[in-house]
């Protein structure tokens, strides 16, 4: 038989019926959902007197619109508890399972999949949010959708698709101290373009990927889809199996082990072929800080700001110096140098226990600096937050001067209350750095967990082991 | 989806060229939670002489009588009569179910906007464009009779005026297809249904944990 590729094989093991177009009719097993791209899905299947096909595939949480404090009030935004009501009565309606506000399951739905083992290795996943590529950390075929195939997912289980190419990137070598996932995926991005990417489903591997730990991976495939790519993934090995092991929605006992026999095969055959293939040294990976208002302007934290005017593009030189303007910044200004008024650690991308445990360890015993007018940490789940406390972490936060906050999509989107004021410039842990993306006018630098706690700190951006 | 096989319909003229998505259906209305609905509010600043924002009863608000969707004559009507490039701008699919909403099952115009072609299709609206003359034609007689009505066989592929003069249209066969059975992309793929429940089956007997519900 000829080698296959991972992709390959989780596609193949999927289609339920294959058109002479090139279309398929691709099995969903894993169905996410949440309040804000769901409800006009939901009222469709109503208006045609529709069912949802298998509710056990479908797992609902609330996370866009929900407030990050004084939950226990409610929302107070009248369109925001609409929406979240809705999925509310929606779940109810339909028998569908989900973790409502005040659940201490309840978190971004990214974070909340793979928790609960509601995400397994060799799954289709889809959710109506295109950062669904996290879950491929888990050797699942996982990417967003819009909300009619939200609609269509619901009532057949199956999505019309057509199979992307295939790239793989290769990161050997050993990672150097201090360098995180985020690096890593900032990386690649700075690599490869934003759009390196589009048309493909990419596969992450090499051994600086088999050293990253489950949440890293995560961070990792989360931010394939900044790199154009629908969806991004990861071999399974014994760290998948291990994180999978015991999880409330993951198989128990004998079963267990009979998944892992089948899940042990997921991983590209020897010889496989790609469409495409990048190789990247690892050695080379600094901690990385965005200086623009995209994924791909990004420079290592002792680097600085790139000058326009040696860029012989027009086109490219252009996108630089209106990226500037609206960050606000002159070119050749050091990282270093570029003091910060927010700090924000959390997102789908940062918020899992093992990014907060690194943000705290660099964050106890200082305090956050007094130009820093807010600093806040926004945990993944009610879980994360539980396991926080319970090592103590939000007392370290908290006695730094950080604000402790409930979870949720929060600052990444500013849908809820959360939001940078026109201006504001933002050490973000999360994904997107694009134009008032935190808020209108709002200036955003994505950096790791780590980095953005030594910003905290400093007041400025700073290579965490500068810190005095 | 409606199915969508012979109409007999008033015939309402919007005697101008691109008109845009954001004109069928202004922005401030793409909150809503619903699919449906939207029929009130369109052409919205076009209809009315306020602003209109989400949660206004329309039925208080003052209506422009100069808009032609507010003359008596064109009350009930079922086909809109439109010109060149119709449904421009944003990719909105707000627009055809705001039109659908209101009672439109067809839009005659000599062009209209990809998107929003393709939009129409998949909620039960059938665009259907005619050479500009013949539309403009069509914009005549309209004017000139009072509950000017067309009758459109989709399946024959023809118009039919009050004169008895038959107009014949293209469309493609699949879309057609789609539309006549009234099946949209969920009818059309639970056409299958029988397969996706063998794939299921056999999916369950190997990968049994898939279906263990939520773990339970
Ligand atoms: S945390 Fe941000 S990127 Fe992730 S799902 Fe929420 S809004 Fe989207």
Redesign the pocket.
């Known amino acids: 038989m000829k080698p296959r590729n991972l992709y390959d094989k989780l596609w193949e093991s999927h289609v339920v019926r294959q058109e002479e177009d090139g279309t398929a009719l691709l099995y969903i097993d894993r169905h996410l959902v949440?309040e804000v791209t769901s409800p006009q899905a939901f009222e469709g299947l109503r208006i045609n007197g529709r069912t949802p096909w298998r509710q056990g595939s479908v797992l609902a949480v609330a996370?866009?619109n929900v407030p990050t404090t004084g939950r226990e009030a409610g929302i107070k935004d009248p369109i925001s508890r609409l929406q979240v009501e809705t999925l509310d009565s929606n779940c109810e309606h339909f028998g569908i399972e989900e973790f409502r506000m005040n659940d201490l399951r309840q978190g971004?739905?990214?974070v909340v999949g793979p928790e609960q083992g509601a995400t397994l290795p060799g799954m289709t996943v889809v959710c109506g949010?295109?950062?669904t590529s996290t879950h491929g950390a888990f050797a699942a075929l996982a990417f967003g959708i819009g909300t009619s195939e939200v609609e269509h997912v619901l009532a057949t289980q199956c999505l019309i698709a057509r199979k992307s190419k295939s790239m793989r990137i290769s990161v050997e070598g050993k990672l150097s101290p201090g360098v995180t996932a985020k690096d890593v995926a900032l990386y690649i991005i700075g690599k490869i373009g934003t759009a390196g990417g589009t048309g493909y489903a990419m596969e992450f591997s090499g051994n600086a990927i088999r050293s990253l730990s489950m949440e890293g991976r995560m961070t990792l495939c989360?931010m394939a889809i900044e790199a154009g790519a629908r969806a991004g993934m990861v071999a399974v090995d014994e760290k998948t199996l291990d994180y999978v092991r015991g999880r409330p929605f993951s198989p128990k006992g004998e079963m267990f082990d009979a998944a892992c026999r089948y899940w042990n095969t997921l991983k590209s055959d020897e010889g496989a072929s790609f469409d495409s293939e990048v190789t990247i040294d690892a050695a080379e990976i600094r901690p990385q800080v965005t200086w623009g208002t995209s994924p791909e302007m990004v420079v290592p934290i002792d680097g600085s700001v790139p000058d326009p005017g040696k860029v012989a593009d027009p086109v490219k030189r252009q996108g630089m110096e209106k990226a500037l303007e609206y960050m606000g910044l002159k070119p050749d200004t050091k990282m270093e140098d570029i003091q910060v008024d927010k700090v924000f650690i959390?997102?789908?991308?940062n918020?899992r226990i093992e990014d907060l445990r690194a943000a705290a360890a660099i964050v106890r015993g200082r305090h956050v600096a007094g130009n820093v007018k807010l600093a806040m940490v926004v945990p993944g789940s009610g879980l994360v937050k539980h396991q926080a406390e319970e090592e103590g972490l939000d007392r370290i936060f908290i006695d730094a001067g950080f604000e402790w906050r409930d979870p949720g999509?929060?600052m990444?989107?500013a849908?809820n209350d959360d939001r940078l004021r026109p201006g504001e410039r933002c050490a973000s842990t999360?994904?997107?750095n694009f134009e008032g993306r935190q808020g209108p006018g709002g200036r955003t630098h994505l950096v790791s967990p780590e980095l953005a706690a030594a910003a905290a700190v400093a007041g400025h951006f700073i290579d965490p082991g500068k810190l005095s | 989806m409606k199915a969508f096989k012979q109409l007999n319909g008033i015939v309402v003229p919007l005697d101008r060229p691109n008109v845009d998505t954001d004109a069928i259906i202004p922005k401030q209305f793409l909150k809503s939670i619903h699919r449906s609905g939207f029929g009130p509010n369109l052409f919205d600043e076009w209809r009315y002489l306020d602003h209109g924002e989400p949660g206004m009863d329309n039925s208080k608000r003052p209506l422009n009588p100069e808009f032609v969707l507010n003359k008596k004559r064109y009350q009930g009507a079922e086909i809109l009569l439109g010109r060149e490039n119709f449904g421009c701008g944003s990719s909105r699919e707000h627009a055809p179910w705001a039109l659908e909403d209101y009672g439109i099952r067809a839009i005659i115009a000599p062009s209209f906007a990809d998107i929003f072609y393709n939009n129409c299709f998949k909620n039960g609206l059938l665009p259907i464009r005619l050479d500009a003359e013949i539309v403009d034609r069509l914009f005549r007689e309209t004017f000139e009779s009072e509950s000017y009505r067309l009758s459109v066989d989709l399946e024959k592929q023809l118009i039919e005026t009050p004169s008895g003069e038959k107009i014949a249209f293209d469309v493609d066969s699949f879309r057609k297809h789609c539309l006549v059975e009234g099946l949209d992309d969920i009818g059309l793929t639970l056409i299958h249904k029988d397969e996706i429940r063998a794939y299921e089956k056999r999916r369950e007997s190997v990968q049994p944990w898939l279906f263990n519900r939520n773990g339970k």
């Open positions: 949440h996370d866009h971004i739905v990214h949010d295109s950062h989360n959390g997102s789908c991308t918020s999509c929060s990444c989107l849908m999360s994904n997107r």
